[in-house]
C-alpha cells in the first residue's frame, strides 16, 4: 500500500508480509525528508539549545563557583542538549498532528501494520533529530571552552540522557495527538517539557535553591536525568578514586528516572493510539 504525503513525497504504507522495522525504516527516512522539505520545523530545535549555551553561561558565568569547577558552560551545556532532545521529541508530535489535519494518518492507520510500529517509527525518527541536535551543541560548546572531565564515558552518559529524554518527550505529544489530533494541543506539549525542566536543577543546583522550588526539584524525576547527563562534566560528580570516569551513584538514579517516565509515557501513548479510528 504506497500513498503521497502532503509534502508530495510517496510513501511505502507497507504489506501483511513488510516486516516491523522496514516500516519503522520507511517513517523514520519519510520524517528526514520532512526536514529537508519544511527546515522550519527543524531549525529551532538546533537553534535554540545553542542559544540558551551562550546566553546562560554568559549571564551567569559569575556564578561558576556555585557548580563546583567555577565554569559555567560546563553545567549549563548538558542542560541546553537535554533541551535541545526534548524539542526533538516535541516536535515529532507536531509532524503527527499536522497528518492528522491532513488526512494523512487515517492511511497509516488503515495500513496491514501493527500501530505499535507507528508509534516505533516516530520514536526512531525523535532519537536520530537528537542525535544530530546534541552532536551540534555539544560541538559549540566544545569550541566555547567546555572541559569534559568524565572523558568518554561522561560524553556517552550525555547522549544516554538526551536520547531518553527525546524518547520520553515524543511519547509525551504522542499522546496528546492521538487525544486531540490537532496542532491545537502544541502550547500543552510545550508547556510540560519547560515545566519539568525548568522546575528542576536545570539552572542551579538544589543548594542554590530556596522555598517551594527545591522541594520539587528534588522530586522531579529531570533531575537526576540532569545529573547523569551532567556526570563527566562537573568534578564534583566524576568518581573518586582513580580520578576520571563517570560514578555509577550519579548514573544509576538517571537511567531510573528515564526508564519510569519512558514506561509511563508510553503507556499513555498507547492508550491514545488505540482509541484512534480510521
Known sequence: MTAVDDAGGRVDLG?????????????????????????????PTLVM????????????????????????LSWYAPMAIIQGAAFAGVTIGFSTARDFETGFFDRFLLAPMSR???????????????????????????????????????????????????????????????????TNVGP??????????FLSTAQVPIAAMSGWLASVARVNPM?????????????DQIAPPAGFGVGWSEMWPGL??????????????????RRLTP
Open 15 to 43: 504489506t501483511a508480509r513488510t516486516g516491523s522495522m522496514a516500516i519503522v525504516r520507511m517513517m523514520v527516512g519519510r520524517n528526514v525528508r520532512g526536514i529537508r522539505r519544511q527546515p522550519a520545523t527543524f531549525i
Open 49 to 72: 539549545p545553542i542559544f540558551f549555551v551562550i546566553t546562560f553561561s554568559g549571564a551567569f558565568g559569575f556564578a561558576g563557583r556555585v557548580f563546583g569547577n567555577g565554569n559555567a
Open 116 to 182: 505499535l510500529t507507528l508509534i516505533g517509527g516516530a520514536l526512531g525518527a525523535a532519537v536520530l533529530r537528537s542525535v544530530f541536535t546534541t552532536t551540534a551543541v555539544l560541538v559549540v560548546a566544545t569550541i566555547g571552552g567546555v572541559a569534559v572531565p568524565g572523558g568518554a564515558l561522561g560524553v556517552l552518559s550525555l547522549y544516554l540522557a538526551a536520547l531518553g529524554v527525546s524518547i520520553a518527550a515524543a511519547l509525551w505529544g504522542l499522546g496528546l495527538v492521538y487525544r486531540v489530533q490537532s
Open 188 to 197: 500543552i506539549i510545550q508547556v510540560g517539557i519547560f515545566v519539568s525542566i
Open 223 to 235: 533531575t537526576n536525568i540532569l545529573r547523569m547527563a551532567r556526570a563527566g562534566f562537573v568534578p
Open 256 to 273: 531510573v528516572a528515564l526508564a519510569g517516565t519512558i514506561v509511563v509515557l508510553g503507556l499513555f501513548a498507547i492508550r491514545g493510539m
